[in-house]
């Protein structure tokens, strides 16, 4: 399963772009910062993670001001031409 929800703040936004099949696209950079339990000991997390949003969900936070904090549910992949891992934002919601 791939199923991802991350509690994060919005650090960038691109401009809101289409993709050839005329779809509203937005790449965003998300910004986490927790305290969590590993191994036993409490450790703090930070993460920056490269984001993005499709359809009317790439509309919707277009509008969300940076550093507005959300908790956003996904997946993870690799894009074709890529390296790294973006995630994929199916929802987001008011944290």
């Known amino acids: 399963m791939n199923h991802v929800e991350l509690t994060a703040c919005i650090a960038e936004a691109k401009a809101l772009r289409y993709t050839p ?16 339990e590993h191994a036993g000991q409490t450790r703090q997390v930070k993460a920056v993670v490269k ?27 690799t894009p074709r031409m890529g390296k790294n891992v973006v995630f994929h934002i199916q929802e987001f919601q008011q944290d």
């Open 21 to 36: 099949a005329g779809i509203p696209m937005l790449d965003l950079v998300l910004e986490h910062e927790s305290m969590l």
């Open 51 to 77: 984001a993005n949003a499709l359809g009317a969900m790439a509309e919707r936070l277009q509008q969300q001001p940076l550093g507005s904090r959300w908790r956003f549910a996904g997946f993870l992949a």
